[in-house]
């Protein structure tokens, strides 16, 4: 019988066949997420400069004056940003994203891992079990977005009047809240809660309509880390143009 020629890789925490850079991603995971933290973190300490005409910066929506609720001290996108970063927190592909740039466990595909001792989100790790509640408040804090790029039609004159408008703030927070929805309507919790668990759908109640938004689901599922990264890129770079119109580093264009 011939021998083998397949070379199994050395037991042990970064040891690997992989040739080529299997290091750059979680590299570039980690550096991303940091730089969108202390961007988040600057900007809700910062607490201004988040609002100019109709246009409202994510980061502050809904807008909750924190003033008027006993904790001046807080601003308020401190009071809402922990709803929307639960929801990436406890994702499924974020989980995946920063256990591999953060705890290197395990770094990459066919790399060597620290421990197999893995326990999984059954110690510290249990508030991971949360992302369907975290998913609830998601889908409420998208409904305020969706009502600021309403508001974001329409723009007050120096009469005072109100008009109908389009400037490229207007597209700059449509395009962002749609990602946004695109990122949370293709979270796995949502698949499993409108059909994942059925094992029937001709006999369960409404088993049509629930499994035509489990097909609807299931195909924005095929993108879910493509929607997680370009709506984390737009919701950080909405609130940087809201800032720089705010703060007059050029002038919003009105398009209509």
């Known amino acids: 019988m011939a021998k083998s020629s397949v070379h199994l890789p050395v037991v042990g925490f970064g040891n690997t066949l992989r040739r080529d850079a299997w290091w750059a991603g979680p590299l570039a995971t980690g550096a991303v997420l940091v730089a969108f933290i202390v961007y988040a973190t600057f900007r809700a ?35 809402i940003l922990p709803g929307p970063a639960s929801f990436r927190l406890t994702c499924y592909y974020y989980r995946k994203a920063y256990y591999r740039a953060f705890a290197m466990d395990p770094p990459a595909c066919a790399v060597g891992e620290r421990s197999r001792d893995y326990r999984g989100e059954t110690r510290i790790l249990l508030f991971q079990n949360l992302h369907r509640f975290a998913l609830y408040l998601a889908i409420l804090v998208l409904a305020f977005l969706w009502h600021d790029v309403w508001k974001a039609l329409w723009f007050t004159d120096e009469l005072g009047g109100v008009h109908f408008g389009v400037g490229v703030g207007t ?14 309507f293709s979270c796995h919790s949502l698949r499993h809660l409108v059909g994942g668990g059925v094992d029937s759908y001709s006999t369960a109640p409404l088993g049509r309509l629930r499994h035509l938004l489990w097909r609807g689901v299931s195909r924005l599922n095929l993108r879910h880390m493509v929607w997680a990264w370009c709506s984390l890129f737009s919701v950080a770079l909405t609130d940087l143009y809201i800032r720089c119109v705010a703060t007059q580093t050029f002038s919003d264009l009105r398009l209509l």
């Open 45 to 79: 300490f910062e607490n201004g400069l988040y609002e100019w005409g109709p246009y409202l910066s994510p980061f502050y929506s809904p807008r909750l004056p924190a003033e008027r609720i006993g904790i001046g001290w807080l601003s308020p996108a401190m009071l």
């Open 171 to 184: 597209l700059v927070l449509l395009a962002n809240t749609s990602l946004l929805t695109l990122y949370t």
